[in-house]
């Protein structure tokens, strides 16, 4: 590199100089050289002249010279104009070589840290330039990248990580799951150890991604590995006393920092966090260690009672599963409980199962089994000559369509279909399988259950019912939903399914609703729909508000002009109001611009917060040449950020969730009946108002 620069000893004089001894003339020329030097090519002129000012040279004779050990401060960056040097890691040894042209110690500039590797000098003669700008801060091990960073520019006086920032800052844009979780460790746990009340915004994007490019079980050995590494000793630390206490407190710090994380993993996922068999478990396992270490390493106290935090944070969770009942679907009605809360995922179900000679049996099902397991477990209930033959099972839709389900299917009871019914039956007898009309949704002249509460109450009744399903949703379930259940073995789809059955159903009862009331009461039903509409986005259902809205503008409802006109003006106005909120335009800005304004607790619409999931996911690619794509992570951090924000702080929502007496309206609306045969909902409203011909 330098044969570029030409006559060397001159620069070298210069630049050895006191930057404030330099002349203009000495300045312009150091300008010049720099001009040459590639990795700078992407700095601006103004930079450059900068640089020139402020850059020194050093130049290093011996080959194993060390120019900072890891843990030091850092104060400069360096680029290489001649020479090598080599990267070691404690507890891993060398990890790569640096030569000309490359640079390094921008890392602990960047995130405010101790230098994150030694230096050595690998040849004998090396000259290295400091303090140089980049834009991009790359970290090699054994020739492969490991973690990329970017320069990123913010607005002036934006808040970033927690504090009020200049201009620009740095961001980890891609890297090994592994690597970004010791940049975690290293960069984003020392500052959290007083304060784990809130969590780093990196940090939290970490721990609310990783399922997706580092499953929970990897993760937990990862920072197993981590806590127990021990530095070792090369040749570069000389054994001497000295090093050996230094020593100590880099392994206390290795202790100290995984518990931190734990803590503050727990502190993000909440109860959630414990349900993950690999997780809970790993918090005894972590335990263990700690308990064992506390008794020789001095300083593990505080460590120690940040692990037993946990380990109460686990026992109270494990005592309130136990305790509580979980909202469940009982054949296929969201079952009363007479217990309090529940922000528990549903793990099993009452299944209704026919036989082809439509005569029944109820069975109660684990949500994680296959439809596989649930044929054999309906075996003995099938008729001595056909339960050796091969069973399968069947959806008979409202509609007549049967679809066979797949032997590795899971979460029957969500996958249904609102009114669809479930057949075990040999396979010849799929094609006679139906259902029996009058089975299919409310009976016409049945009592409403808009005839019997008024929408004020109704409202507050969905409410209360939404916020708890919504509660007990797991923000990581949304994950699963965008990239495929294959990616997440072991996930069992539970109470997001549940919450997008129960929208869809809301749906279907607006519709319903308006399409069975007699004639004389149709215009008081819908007139009623639009009011419980009205006072859902007042109470924060934006899941009831936009099922009502969507639910009326079917077609079937939408068509029917005569009952529309004669709506009193004011209801008409105040449901285009409501229904301009769906308006698609400008992504959907009347939407966003609603819940911004909104205080949570509160219901969001689910289905667009999985459809920005989705084009997230659809327009960024995962990983990068084996490196995971981390900005990728941010933005749907981000979503789910949003997601969790909605369901808010515990003040407020526990006087909604831990009520323990449900009125009947509460039973009422858990329990909508709903016609979800598009083609039946149409020929109601063709006998309504017939078709102009
Ligand atoms: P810094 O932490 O300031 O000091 C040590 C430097 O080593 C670090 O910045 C990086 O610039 C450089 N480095 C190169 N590869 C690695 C790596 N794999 N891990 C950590 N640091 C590395």
Redesign the pocket.
């Given at each position: 590199l330098l044969s570029t620069i030409g006559p060397d000893s001159l620069f070298r004089m210069i630049l050895s100089k006191c930057p404030s001894e330099r002349t203009p003339e000495e300045l312009e020329l150091v300008y010049e050289e720099l001009l040459h030097v590639k990795a700078l090519a992407h700095l601006s002129t103004m930079v450059k002249r900068e640089l020139a000012a402020v850059i020194g040279i050093e130049t290093h004779n011996n080959a194993g010279t060390v120019i900072?050990h890891?843990g030091d401060p850092?104060a400069c960056w360096y680029i290489i104009l001649r020479g090598a040097v080599d990267?070691s890691?404690r507890g891993k040894g060398v990890?790569?070589t640096?030569r000309e042209g490359d640079?390094?110690?921008?890392?602990?500039?960047v995130n405010e840290?101790?230098?994150?590797?030694t230096?050595i000098l690998r040849d004998d003669e090396a000259q290295i330039l400091r303090d140089v700008e980049a834009n991009t801060?790359r970290?090699?091990?054994h020739g492969q990248d490991?973690?990329v960073l970017e320069k990123v520019f913010t607005p002036r006086g934006a808040v970033v990580q927690g504090r009020q920032e200049s201009h620009c800052t740095y961001s980890v844009m891609a890297g090994l799951a592994e690597?970004m979780l010791e940049y975690l460790l290293e960069t984003r746990i020392d500052a959290q150890e007083e304060d784990v009340t809130s969590v780093n915004p990196t940090l939290q994007d970490f721990l609310l991604t990783h399922p997706i490019y580092m499953p929970t079980n990897i993760l937990c050995n990862s920072l197993k590995k981590y806590y127990t590494r021990h530095p070792m000793v090369t040749s570069i630390f000389p054994s001497t006393d000295v090093v050996i206490q230094e020593d100590t407190e880099q392994i206390l710090t290795a202790k100290r920092r995984v518990v931190t994380f734990v803590a503050l993993w727990v502190k993000t996922l909440g109860l959630h966090y414990f349900l993950d068999p690999s997780a809970n478990s790993f918090i005894e396992e972590l335990y263990c260690c700690v308990l064992e270490d506390a008794q020789t390493l001095p300083g593990m106290s505080p460590v120690l009672s940040r692990m037993k935090s946990c380990r109460e944070a686990r026992d109270r969770v494990m005592l309130s599963l136990s305790r509580h009942s979980q909202i469940v679907l009982d054949c296929g009605v969201y079952a009363p409980t007479s217990t309090a809360p529940h922000c528990l995922p549903i793990d099993t179900c009452r299944q209704v199962f026919r036989h082809p000679d439509a005569s029944t049996f109820v069975l109660t099902v684990r949500m994680d089994k296959r439809v596989a397991d649930v044929i054999e477990m309906c075996r003995p209930h099938i008729r001595s000559s056909a339960s050796q033959e091969m069973l399968v099972l069947t959806e008979v839709k409202s509609n007549g369509e049967r679809l066979v389900l797949a032997p590795n299917d899971i979460s029957l009871p969500t996958m249904l279909t609102l009114n669809g019914k479930l057949f075990v039956s040999a396979r010849e007898e799929v094609d006679h399988l139906m259902v029996h009309d009058g089975e299919n949704g409310p009976i016409p002249s049945g009592t409403s259950v808009l005839d019997l509460y008024g929408s004020a109450e109704l409202a507050t009744q969905l409410g209360f019912f939404h916020m708890e399903l919504f509660h007990a949703t797991n923000e990581l379930e949304t994950i699963a939903q965008v990239f495929g259940r294959d990616a997440f073995p072991g996930h069992i789809p539970s109470n997001l399914d549940l919450l997008l059955r129960r929208f869809n159903e809301v749906q279907y009862w607006a519709t319903t609703e308006v399409l069975v009331s007699p004639a004389p009461k149709r215009v008081q039903s819908l007139r009623k729909l639009i009011k419980i509409a009205h006072y859902s986005k007042q109470q924060g259902d934006l899941l009831s508000l936009f099922a009502i809205v969507l639910g009326l503008s079917n077609v079937a409802v939408s068509r029917l002009s005569m009952t529309w006109e004669k709506l009193p003006s004011r209801v008409k106005r105040m449901f285009s109001e409501l229904e301009s909120l769906l308006d698609p335009t400008r992504n959907h800005r009347a939407y966003r611009s609603l819940i911004a304004k909104m205080q949570p607790p509160f219901v969001p619409f689910i289905p667009l917060l999985l459809k920005d999931l989705t084009f997230i996911h659809e327009g960024n690619k995962t990983f990068f040449n084996g490196l995971v794509n981390f900005e990728k992570m941010h933005m749907i951090a981000n979503v789910i950020r949003t997601f969790k924000e909605c369901k808010a702080s515990a003040s407020g929502v526990t006087g909604i969730l831990h009520r323990d007496e449900k009125p009947d309206s509460q039973l009422h609306i858990r329990n909508l009946r709903v016609i979800d045969d598009q083609r039946r909902l149409l020929e109601m409203s063709y006998l309504i108002e017939p078709k102009m011909s």
């Open positions: 900072f890891q850092g990267v890691i990890v790569c640096l640079d390094f110690g921008k890392l602990a500039l840290s101790k230098r994150a590797a230096i801060v970290l090699k091990e490991v973690l690597k």
